[in-house]
């Protein structure tokens, strides 16, 4: 419990900390936003195309319609289904999942996705067995934006949130 109310937080600050950057101070900003649950990414759909990593594997979309590099890392046992939103940067989502990875290879993984994809570093975090990273694509692009926490406690897998916005 105490380990995903901190990953919570953080992924919240991230998320703040990335919105601030791309946000004019002062901004009005409406969303209609209608929470859905979307299908099981490993029960449900085919495989979205993955970047190589090492081992071969392939990585199941966090959603149907997530962007390429919203996926559950391989080998991830997701929680639950993503809950998917649509709001005024276009689709979005955030899935919890756990795996027997280390915090550094899960973070390694997503920004090596992002860069693929054209995101750029947003925020970086390391705190004990805690990392976060958050990548968009600028003020000036269609509003994607990847933020991933993976926190380990001893003798327990990975936990992983991750959350996402596809652009318009």
């Known amino acids: 419990m105490k380990r995903s109310l901190a990953a919570t937080a ?8 990335a919105c601030g950057e791309r946000t004019p101070a002062g ?3 409406e ?6 649950e979307a ?21 199941a979309p966090a959603a149907d319609g997530a962007p390429v590099f919203a996926v559950i890392y391989p080998g ?6 993503a809950t998917v ?14 795996t027997d990875a280390a915090p550094a290879d899960v973070i390694d993984f997503y920004r090596q996705r992002a860069e693929s994809a054209g995101l750029k570093a947003i925020n970086t975090m390391n705190r004990g067995d805690s990392m976060g990273y958050a990548a968009g694509d600028g003020a ?15 003798g327990e897998p990975t936990s992983v949130q991750l959350t996402w ?4």
Do not use: H, K, N
């Not at 939103?85 to 756990?98: D, N, Y």
């Open 31 to 36: 969303a209609d936003v209608a929470l859905v």
């Open 76 to 81: 991830g046992a997701p929680g639950g289904p």
């Open 10 to 17: 953080l992924l919240a600050a991230m998320a703040m900390t």
């Open 140 to 154: 000036d692009g269609r509003g994607q934006l990847l933020s991933v926490v993976a926190t380990r406690l001893e």
């Open 165 to 168: 916005t596809a652009g318009r």
């Open 85 to 98: 939103a649509q709001g005024p940067e276009g689709p979005g989502g955030i899935v919890e999942f756990t």
């Open 27 to 29: 901004a009005d900003v």
């Open 39 to 59: 299908p099981s990414p490993v029960a449900d759909g085919p495989a979205a195309p993955s970047a190589p990593r090492t081992g071969g594997s392939s990585a």
